[in-house]
């Protein structure tokens, strides 16, 4: 069907159709509606592209963890898939840097943001709500102009995991987490203390510590610093990758073995990435990033409207156990 005939049978002049098929938000709501009710009921949707975006930009703080690897890729693959221009911008944990990306993309209606916020805390979003259609990931920020989300169960893995530890020996066990500016750090945090109040372990013994989930050196100091002081620990859930790299290079020197001495669970992926352990046997706790990538780019594409409703999708946790969760 020719856009002349779609005017015919619709009504709509074939400049306004035109206009539409350009940029969906440029004309009104109940005149796409109209024009999208005829297309589906004639089998001819498909035929005409009615989609409000048509690029996809990834903002994103670095790819030095695997979890942003993997996401990046998820992302790739739907826009190759779909055709669809595809941008990225590091922001470097900068909400400064943050504010200028979305400064230069403001108003951009046919362009979707797959946004991971950096690590700051902050009192406002970076842009406006009615300059382009936001898709979070990762970091649950509590605004109410964030209207789609792609969330991680970060406090039933981070309590599961401490169940592990626990219920594989573990007396005394700790979490090494990131700034509680982070929702995920927090929900973490919130996870372990629920299990370590299950197991009847809350005896005012302090188990939390604060390292930076982007310096793997913050993990190496906490535990020199724990053992030259003599605090006692037998058992550590990582929050992240990049810390856990760091407490196993402080392990690995303190000659504390996994498991007989000290046993660990990490967030994220560690394949390939630290020559402190043999044998990459470190249990992991891995959220799966390419699904959540694959998806968050999908919801976008399917948008038919700027005015989109609000939309959270909660992903669980994978276990990749292998042994250095169970004391020997």
């Known amino acids: 069907m020719k856009i002349r005939e779609l005017s015919k049978i619709s009504g709509v002049s074939p400049a306004t159709i035109s206009r539409m098929l350009k940029d969906p938000n440029s004309v009104k709501e109940s005149t796409r509606k109209k024009i999208n009710d005829i297309l589906k009921n004639k089998g001819l949707d498909k035929d005409f592209d009615m989609k409000c975006i048509k690029r996809i930009m990834l903002i994103i703080p670095d790819l030095s963890n695997t979890f942003y690897l993997d996401l990046f890729n998820g992302i790739v693959s739907i826009v190759q898939k779909n055709n669809i221009p595809f941008e990225i911008y590091l922001t470097s944990e900068s909400i400064e840097e943050e504010e200028k ?15 991971v916020p950096a690590s700051a805390k902050r009192d406002k979003l970076p842009y406006n709500k009615n300059s382009n259609i936001i898709s979070l990931v990762d970091r649950d920020l509590e605004f109410e102009d964030i209207y789609i989300k792609n969330l991680s169960d970060n406090f039933n893995a981070s309590k599961k995991s401490a169940d592990l530890l626990i219920e594989g020996g573990a007396k005394n066990p700790i979490i090494i987490t990131g700034s509680l500016n982070l929702s995920n750090a927090q929900e973490r945090k919130k996870g372990f203390l629920e299990s370590i109040k299950n197991h009847n372990l809350d005896n005012g013994v302090n188990r939390v510590y604060y390292g930076d989930f982007n310096n793997s ?20 859930l990582a929050a992240n990758q990049i810390l856990a790299i760091g407490i196993l290079k402080a392990l690995k020197e303190l000659q504390l073995s996994i498991p007989n001495d000290v046993s660990i669970i990490t967030f994220d992926k560690l394949a390939n990435l630290c020559s402190f352990y043999e044998n990459n046997n470190i249990s992991e706790v891995v959220f799966p990033a390419f699904d959540i990538g694959l998806n968050a780019a999908k919801i976008l594409l399917e948008q038919k409207t700027f005015n989109t409703h609000k939309q959270i999708c909660n992903y669980s946790a994978e276990f990749h156990l292998k042994g250095s969760e169970k004391k020997l």
């Open 101 to 115: 990306i979305f400064s230069r993309i403001k108003g951009d209606k046919s362009l979707g943001i797959i946004w």
């Open 217 to 236: 050196e913050s993990g190496y100091d906490i535990i020199k610093k724990l053992v030259k002081e003599k605090i006692a620990f037998d058992s550590i």
